[in-house]
């Protein structure tokens, strides 16, 4: 019903920057909130940032000051521009998002299928 499909990812050295998108399609009404989740090897999966349907944020300690979540509701579309980079950051990064359906029913928990982001030292 909802397709997410992340993108921006790949190597960068240690202080550069990348910009993560996520991009929704399938029978989406509007986007409520999106979050971006990271997995590194070996450790579980861990929130990054989350934006409500209002446009508030939050983030992880680890990352505020340095990574901006934002969305474009037109688009169906949320980024994640990542600056100051560390190689700690390394990880697989993946879009979540809930949405309201064409025919006005709720779904949440979709989830893409990640993209690589590679902070050399």
């Known amino acids: 019903q909802v397709q997410l499909v992340e993108s921006g990812g790949g190597l960068v050295q240690a202080g550069g920057s990348l910009r993560l998108s996520c991009a929704a399609s399938?029978?989406?009404?509007?986007?409520?909130?999106m979050a971006w989740y990271r997995q590194a090897p070996g450790k579980q999966r861990e929130l990054v940032a989350h934006i409500t349907s209002g446009g508030s944020t939050k983030y992880a300690d680890s990352v505020k000051g340095r990574f901006t979540i934002s969305r474009d509701n037109a688009k169906n579309t949320g980024y994640l521009k990542m600056n100051s980079l560390k190689p700690e950051d390394t990880a697989v990064y993946y879009c979540?998002?809930?949405?309201?359906?064409?025919?006005?029913?709720?779904?949440?928990?979709?989830w893409g299928r990640g993209t690589q982001v590679t902070v050399s030292s």
């Open positions: 979540n998002a809930d949405a309201f359906l064409n025919g006005g029913s709720f779904a949440a928990g979709y």
């Open positions: 399938g029978r989406i009404f509007s986007i409520n909130a």
